[in-house]
Each structure stands twice: as structure tokens, then as C-alpha cells.
């Protein structure tokens, strides 16, 4: 079992989740399912192979350094939760 | 020699001076109205795409070739996974194992040592937005800043002091400024530091455990706070303590070291590579093109105002401080070939003007070509250093050729003997009291004269003929 249940406390932790214990068991039994299964690429023979970090081969993908319009501010806040006239608003982060 | 010596490593943030943000073509000016300089990529709307700003780029191999480093043929960016609300997409785009530029160094001068600080790696990466803090009990978010472009500066931790920190920061921000890639203001935020900081018995070859200090938002800040840490550790240490890994921050209006975070709760970062964005290859044709591109560089140019110049190296030091300068001087001196008067007026006259009113040097007036010709209207005994002085405030005013202003007033510099003695003859005439004080030996009077005399000559008489002149008469009165 490479998951136990510290590693998924952590995990949720980092997601900003709060889980129950029973949430806690079930998946830490998921997480471990989902990994066994992905174990089974381990089993193809990589050797010589090269990373690939990409979908697609290519480098040097640029813009010039010129300014395209942005967007009203009105539209930037328009899906925000809470928000005042100019600004977004969350709850106070020390 | 000291028990305990320090161990510093800095990791320096500037933001780049592009028109546009990283990843997308927002403003990336300083000061705009909250959330107005924002679009779909950087506020991190889903299914938008990123793409690579080509002078982050640039700007980011120029300071990599500025500070000896090597340029990577490959590098590539990565996440930097964290949840704050300053960066809207859950990650900083950031650059991880393949950085665009490793192992440089740079020298340094501190207490009369030439010192190498090695250079680890120069990476890119995207800046966060900005947090208000009100009395609501809320947090306000501005993502304007969010997604500018950063370079990221970290040293090897070869400082030994807080004055090579100092001295090293200061170089970082001379080639930034040199190479016109950032305006390194670290008041408004564009220039900042991190120190990492441990101390150890002098002379041992293992590291102690470090912190990581941040928030010094001045040079001086800098210096200040690494202090006060490395004598916090010394005293526990001294008490028997340990020091823990800790992230600290300074608080610059009490001069205090507060606790930001222990190790148990330091970010996981979970880094793994932008698949939104294709790798970066820096080939020779390039990294030469660009290495064409860059000015010469302060530790070249000090060496040239030495060579070239026959400046003392105190001179060459202040006048290359900034490129402003150095090109200010090497103008002057294409119009007066009295290059140590020039130094001496562009450090102290120029420099005096330009500070007392706060001014940059390209803001300053008086173009060299007339500084040049002023300074030969001093060699030529046209007119005295002490007239060149008086009008220099009028000559800054209007920028024209000084000889116009001299003119106008009539103020060519007398050289005639004849003229100066007679002068000479009315002032002892009419001061036989002092006349006796020097003869009786006090050489001080000598003084009043000659400021009595250049008063009578309205300053024009040649300061040099009026002191020869006057210790001859004198002398003859003595036998
Ligand atoms: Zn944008």
C-alpha cells in the first residue's frame, strides 16, 4: 500500500479539504486502488526511451513583447464570489 | 579572530522591464487602477493558454552572460504548486530542474577584498498579485502585478558578512540597471531579497542548520537584518540551544526578527512541468546576437576609465557607478582632454547638483559638450575655477557655451601682471596694520590679502599671478 492514511491527511491538507474519518479510510483505499492500477505501466520496458513532459514536439513557442488589450475590470470581477468596485475580496489572509 | 563566522546565501527576485506580462500581452506597468491590467490567462481562467514572452527571455540570458553564467541550450518551465489568493491559477509558473541559466559568479569588492560569490542558477518565473489588508476582515486582491515577469537570482552561499551581502546586492542591482532589464526599486517592490543565513565555528567545513529571512525592503534593511539574525543564532548557540529551520521575517520599524513559519509547516510544491508551455533552446547564433546587444559592463568599463582615462580608481569607481555617469563622463571627454578636471567636476559639481535636487543624470541640463568647454576656459586661463563655479549654477540653467555668460558679464580672467600689481599696491596701501602682522610672522594674513585683492578685481584677477605676485611684494618689504 504506497498511500496510507498520513500521506491523504497531507494531500487534503494541501487542498485546502477537510475530510471525515470515514473519508479518510475510503480514500486512502481509493488512492491506493488508483495507483495500484497505474503500476501496471511499470511493467513496459522503458529503457532508452525519453522523458516526454510534452503532448507535442516543439520549443520556442514566443509573443513579442507587445500589448494586447485586457479585459474590463468589470468582466475580470464579474464571476467573483465576493468583490467590491475594484478589487476581489477573500477572506483575511495574515 | 572570531568564534563563530556566518554563512550567507541570497536569493534575489527583479521584475523585468518588459512592456507586457509573462505569459500574456496585460500591461506590466507599475501603478495602474486596481485589476485593470488583467485577462483570462492571468487570472487563470480555465482552457486559457500561456505564452512565452520573448524578452523575458532575452533579458533573462543578458543577465545570465552579465554574471558569468552558463546558458543552458535547454530550459524549461515548471508548476509551483500553492494555494494563496495572490495567484489565481492554484501555481506559479516557475522554472524547476531546467533553469535558463547556471553557474556564474560574480566579483565583488568588501573591507579591500576581492571576493568571487559564485552564482547557482538565474530562473524566470511569473510574480504574484498584491494583497490589501483592510479593517473589514477581508482581504482585497489586485492582479495587476500577477504574472509579471521575474528573474530569480540565487547565489551559492559564499557571502561572509552582512557587508558582502551588501556589496554583492549592490552589484546585482549595478549590472540590472547597466543592462536597462529592471528598474530595481525596492521600495515599490521590483527589486527583492531573501537571505538564507547560518553561522558555524570558524573554520569548520560543515554548515549549521539555516533560516531563511525575508521582507527587507531597503539595502540597508539588508545589512541590518542579517546582522541581528546571525547574532540571534550565535546567542542560542552560546545557550546551549539549536537553531531550527525557520522562515523569518523583519520587521523594519522594529528592527526585529519574527517567526514566519517552522520547517513541519514549509510549503510542498508538488513541482511538475508546464505542459501548457514548449521548452526554450538558446543556441549560439542567439546568445551571441544578444551578447552583441549588451553594453559594456560596469567591471570592463572601470577597468577602461583607468586605463583609457589615467583616473584614480576612486574616480573610476564613482563615475562608472551607473551607465548615466559613465556616459556623461565619456561625452565631457570627448570635448576636453583634461580628463582629471572633468572627473573632478562631474563628482563634485555635477553630482552635488544632481542629488540636491533629486534629479537622475538624464535629467540633468548642461550638456558635456559645454561642461567640456568650460573646463578649457579654466585650462586656457580664460577665466578662474572659482568664476567657472560662480556661473556654473546659470550655466546648468541655460545649457549654452559658457563664453557667452562670460562675456555678458565681463568676466574674462585678468592675467595682465601690471594690472594685478596695482591692485596689490592699493590694498597694502590701505592695510598697513596687516602689512606689520605678516611681517611680524604671521604667514595667516596672507589669506586676507589675496581675498581682498580678487574682491577689488571682482574675482577676475588669475588667483595663481595674484598669490605669486603678492608674497614677491611682501617679501621685498621684509628686508
Ligand atoms: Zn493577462
Given at each position: 500500500m504506497p498511500v496510507n492514511r498520513e500521506i491523504v491527511k497531507h494531500i487534503a491538507k494541501l487542498s485546502k479539504l477537510s475530510l471525515t474519518d470515514f473519508e479518510e479510510e475510503k480514500f486512502t483505499l481509493e488512492l491506493n486502488k488508483i495507483?495500484?492500477?497505474?503500476?501496471?505501466?511499470?511493467?513496459?520496458?522503458?529503457?532508452?526511451?525519453?522523458?516526454?513532459?510534452?503532448?507535442?514536439?516543439?520549443?520556442?513557442?514566443?509573443?513579442?513583447?507587445?500589448?494586447?488589450?485586457?479585459?474590463d475590470r468589470e468582466a475580470a470581477l464579474k464571476n467573483a464570489p465576493q468583490r467590491t468596485d475594484e478589487f476581489f475580496k477573500v477572506p483575511k489572509i495574515l | 579572530m572570531n568564534k563563530y563566522e556566518p554563512v550567507i546565501g541570497l536569493e534575489v527576485h527583479a521584475q523585468l522591464l518588459t512592456e507586457t506580462k509573462a505569459f500574456c500581452g496585460c500591461s506590466n506597468k507599475f501603478g495602474d487602477q486596481p485589476n485593470t491590467n488583467v485577462c483570462p490567462i492571468c487570472l487563470g481562467h480555465p482552457g486559457s493558454l500561456p505564452k512565452i514572452n520573448k524578452k523575458m527571455v532575452e533579458f533573462a540570458v543578458m543577465m545570465g552572460l552579465a554574471t558569468n553564467c552558463k546558458i543552458n541550450f535547454k530550459s524549461s518551465f515548471a508548476r509551483k504548486n500553492y494555494f494563496y489568493p495572490d495567484l489565481p491559477k492554484g501555481w506559479q509558473t516557475s522554472q524547476f530542474d531546467e533553469p535558463i541559466c547556471s553557474n556564474g559568479f560574480l566579483e565583488i569588492t568588501a573591507d579591500n577584498n576581492l571576493r568571487t560569490?559564485?552564482?547557482?542558477?538565474?530562473?524566470?518565473?511569473?510574480?504574484?498579485?498584491?494583497?490589501?489588508?483592510?479593517?473589514?476582515?477581508?482581504?482585497?486582491?489586485?492582479?495587476?502585478?500577477?504574472?509579471?515577469p521575474l528573474i530569480e537570482i540565487v547565489s551559492e552561499p559564499d557571502l561572509q558578512s552582512p557587508h558582502e551581502a551588501f556589496q554583492y546586492l549592490s552589484k546585482l542591482?549595478?549590472?540590472?540597471?547597466?543592462?536597462?532589464?529592471?528598474?530595481?526599486?525596492?521600495?515599490?517592490?521590483?527589486?527583492?531579497?531573501?537571505?538564507?543565513?547560518?553561522?558555524?565555528?570558524?573554520?569548520?567545513?560543515?554548515?549549521?542548520?539555516?533560516?531563511?529571512?525575508?521582507?527587507?525592503?531597503s539595502f540597508k534593511n539588508v545589512e541590518k537584518a542579517i546582522q541581528k539574525e546571525i547574532e540571534r543564532q550565535i546567542d542560542i548557540i552560546e545557550e546551549g540551544g539549536k537553531i531550527i529551520q525557520q522562515t523569518l521575517l523583519w520587521d523594519a520599524d522594529k528592527e526585529e526578527i519574527k517567526i514566519m513559519r517552522t520547517k513541519e509547516e514549509a510549503h510542498d510544491y508538488r513541482y511538475f512541468p508546464e505542459p501548457d508551455l514548449l521548452p526554450v533552446i538558446i543556441d549560439?547564433?542567439?546568445?551571441?546576437?544578444?551578447?552583441?546587444?549588451?553594453?559594456?559592463?560596469?567591471?570592463?568599463?572601470?577597468?577602461?576609465?583607468?586605463?583609457?582615462?589615467?583616473?584614480?580608481?576612486?574616480?573610476?569607481?564613482?563615475?562608472?557607478?551607473?551607465?548615466?555617469?559613465?556616459d556623461y563622463f565619456?561625452?565631457?571627454?570627448?570635448?576636453?582632454?583634461?580628463?582629471?578636471?572633468?572627473?573632478?567636476?562631474?563628482?563634485?559639481?555635477?553630482?552635488?547638483?544632481?542629488?540636491?535636487?533629486?534629479?537622475?543624470?538624464?535629467?540633468?541640463?548642461?550638456?558635456?559638450?559645454n561642461l567640456g568647454k568650460?573646463?578649457?576656459?579654466?585650462?586656457?586661463?580664460?577665466?578662474?575655477?572659482?568664476?567657472?563655479?560662480?556661473?556654473?549654477?546659470?550655466?546648468?540653467?541655460?545649457?549654452?557655451?559658457?563664453?557667452?555668460?562670460?562675456?555678458?558679464?565681463?568676466?574674462?580672467?585678468?592675467?595682465?601682471?601690471?594690472?594685478?600689481?596695482?591692485?596689490?599696491?592699493?590694498?597694502?596701501?590701505?592695510?598697513?596694520?596687516?602689512?606689520?602682522?605678516?611681517?611680524?610672522?604671521?604667514?595667516?594674513?596672507?589669506?586676507?590679502?589675496?581675498?581682498?585683492?580678487?574682491?577689488?578685481?571682482?574675482?577676475?584677477?588669475?588667483?595663481?599671478?595674484?598669490?605669486?605676485?603678492?608674497?614677491?611684494?611682501?617679501?621685498?618689504?621684509?628686508?
Open positions: 495507483l495500484e492500477y497505474m503500476e501496471k505501466l511499470n511493467s513496459i520496458k522503458t529503457d532508452n526511451i525519453e522523458t516526454m513532459s510534452y503532448p507535442v514536439d516543439g520549443f520556442n513557442v514566443f509573443r513579442e513583447d507587445e500589448i494586447v488589450n485586457s479585459i | 560569490i559564485r552564482i547557482n542558477r538565474i530562473h524566470m518565473e511569473e510574480d504574484a498579485g498584491k494583497l490589501i489588508h483592510d479593517e473589514t476582515g477581508f482581504s482585497l486582491v489586485d492582479l495587476n502585478r500577477c504574472g509579471t542591482k549595478q549590472i540590472l540597471l547597466y543592462l536597462n532589464i529592471s528598474d530595481c526599486n525596492m521600495e515599490e517592490g521590483s527589486l527583492r531579497c531573501d537571505a538564507n543565513v547560518s553561522v558555524r565555528l570558524t573554520g569548520d567545513k560543515s554548515l549549521g542548520v539555516k533560516t531563511e529571512l525575508k521582507n527587507m525592503n549560439d547564433v542567439w546568445k551571441n546576437e544578444l551578447m552583441s546587444k549588451m553594453p559594456e559592463l560596469p567591471d570592463v568599463r572601470r577597468k577602461k576609465f583607468s586605463n583609457l582615462y589615467k583616473l584614480p580608481e576612486y574616480d573610476c569607481e564613482i563615475l562608472t557607478s551607473t551607465k548615466e555617469l559613465a565619456e561625452s565631457a571627454a570627448k570635448h576636453s582632454d583634461d580628463f582629471k578636471s572633468i572627473s573632478n567636476w562631474v563628482m563634485v559639481e555635477v553630482l552635488k547638483f544632481i542629488n540636491e535636487n533629486n534629479l537622475s543624470v538624464n535629467q540633468f541640463r548642461l550638456s558635456p559638450i568650460l573646463i578649457n576656459l579654466i585650462n586656457d586661463k580664460t577665466i578662474s575655477n572659482k568664476i567657472a563655479k560662480d556661473i556654473f549654477a546659470e550655466l546648468i540653467e541655460r545649457n549654452i557655451d559658457p563664453l557667452i555668460i562670460i562675456k555678458e558679464k565681463g568676466l574674462t580672467q585678468i592675467n595682465d601682471s601690471k594690472f594685478i600689481e596695482e591692485i596689490i599696491d592699493r590694498v597694502i596701501k590701505s592695510n598697513q596694520e596687516q602689512v606689520k602682522q605678516y611681517l611680524a610672522g604671521k604667514d595667516k594674513v596672507l589669506g586676507f590679502f589675496v581675498g581682498q585683492i580678487m574682491k577689488e578685481s571682482k574675482g577676475k584677477a588669475n588667483p595663481q599671478s595674484v598669490n605669486e605676485l603678492l608674497i614677491n611684494k611682501l617679501s621685498l618689504m621684509k628686508n
